[in-house]
């Protein structure tokens, strides 16, 4: 229809259709104008769809008041000098713009989502088995699994006691001992997952100049690791149980640990990690170079720091099928223990690790080039997907480190808008 239908200026249809106007060079009031004598066609009246018809009555008011005030504020625009209200409403609305496009699409935190859980016992054949699985997972497997990692866990204290005291005199083969000790504790967490972990390549041995190098979902990464060869590894220092078993066991392997929040450790540890990768007989250096736990799906970015060394990088791939359990630690929302509650009252961890081909720094290749080389490589063959993101960015609250950024943009808004409330005040008075 060539004609089209009408709508006053006071119509919700014609207040909610505001939004599709675009001020030109002639400015909101004459946009507002054309909107007065603007013709709709049967293909614009569609797109406003039920719920604009449903709510017309109840808005009515409320966007005839924003209408009128819009225009009396464009009754005033010769108060304002040049300044105009619609170049000063698009100017606050693109930064609010670009966080909503964020929100609704945010590449980093999607990085850090853990996988729903989708139901699946939706009709009545279905809902007798998934109820039989919740009995065995939680009052069958999982009374079991616990009494093996309490029995794996006094044989192994027992056992690094009495190592401590016998070998005391024979340091390598104390350090031998102790080696194969944690190993086998680590092989009593993966049973008590009743993990079923696929190893793919050549088994690491210890040589100097070689670091090895893996993407990072949860703290049980290096448990599934070590259950196959013994790793020393840089981790952030836990508190609790964990902290326990990091200072009191694991050092054994000269495992480094530091505060991600002081500059001092990740400097010390720098050293210190040069130093363990060129001594040919300490224990194989584990580095996760992300930095954080990412969801198994994709692969932020990689401190360059272990690709500055110096050494052979060999890469590792650890890819989790979620087929039974999802084994992302979300630390932000989930302390370990629960995190470990949720694997064990599951019915298997299935995991698959890449042990890949070692990698030298190329001639006239950067550190940083070298870590988003390895990157590509870990993520091509966990299928993941490669994200631009810091890991450290996670742990990162700009209010709290540039409270006067946020206040400074707060000033910008409120000076903005108190202009125009002022100027439309005097105009009525």
């Not at 993990?195 to 703290?219: C, D, E, L, Q, T």
């Not at 359990?325 to 009252?345: E, G």
């Amino acid at each position: 229809m060539s004609g089209g239908v009408r709508f006053k200026a006071d119509s919700p249809a014609s207040s909610g259709s505001a939004s599709l106007v675009r001020g030109g060079s002639q400015g909101f009031g004459s946009g507002l104008r054309s909107l007065k004598n603007k013709a709709f066609s049967r293909a614009d009246l569609s797109t406003f769809g039920a719920e604009q018809q449903a709510h017309r009555d109840s808005g009515a008011e409320v966007h005839r008041a924003v209408e009128e005030a819009v225009v009396a504020a464009e009754q005033c625009h010769g108060a304002h000098g040049d300044h105009s209200l619609m170049r000063d409403i698009l100017d606050l609305s693109s930064p609010l713009n670009d966080a909503a496009a964020a929100l609704v699409d945010d590449s980093f935190l999607r990085c850090f989502k853990s996988a729903p859980d989708e139901p699946w016992n939706w009709n009545l054949y279905l809902f007798p088995l998934w109820a039989l699985g919740v009995v065995v997972r939680n009052f069958v497997l999982f009374p079991l699994r616990v009494l093996i990692l309490l029995l794996g866990g006094i044989v192994f204290v027992v056992g690094f006691a009495a190592v401590g005291l016998v070998l005391q005199r024979a340091p390598q083969r104390k350090k031998l001992a102790e080696r194969w000790l944690i190993q086998f504790l680590c092989q009593v967490f993966v049973v008590s997952w009743t993990g079923v972990i696929k190893y793919h390549g050549p088994r690491p041995v210890p040589a100097a100049g070689r670091v090895w190098v893996a993407n990072h979902s949860s703290m049980i990464d290096y448990a599934v690791l070590c259950a196959y060869s013994p790793f020393a590894a840089i981790m952030q220092l836990h508190p609790g149980w964990v902290g326990v078993i990091q200072s009191r066991y694991l050092n054994a392997l000269g495992c480094l640990w530091f505060n991600r929040t002081q500059a001092q450790d990740r400097t010390l540890v720098a050293k210190r990690m040069r130093d363990h990768v060129h001594n040919a007989e300490s224990t194989p250096l584990l580095i996760f170079p992300e930095g954080t736990c990412v969801n198994n799906e994709y692969c932020v970015m990689f401190k360059r720091g272990a690709f500055d060394l110096d050494a052979t990088v060999c890469p590792i791939a650890i890819k989790y099928n979620k087929i039974f359990v999802d084994a992302f630690w979300n630390s932000k929302r989930q302390a370990f223990s629960a995190h470990l509650t949720k694997l064990m009252r599951s019915w298997a961890l299935v995991c698959d690790v890449y042990f890949l081909e070692p990698q030298t720094r190329r001639p006239g290749e950067s550190a940083q080039q070298f870590a988003e080389r390895v990157q590509a490589m870990i993520a091509e063959k966990g299928r993941l997907k490669v994200a631009p993101w810091d890991g450290y960015l996670k742990y990162y609250n700009l209010a709290e480190k540039h409270p006067d950024l946020i206040e400074k943009q707060r000033r910008v808004y409120s000076n903005a808008i108190k202009m125009y409330a002022d100027s439309t005040s005097a105009a009525a008075s």
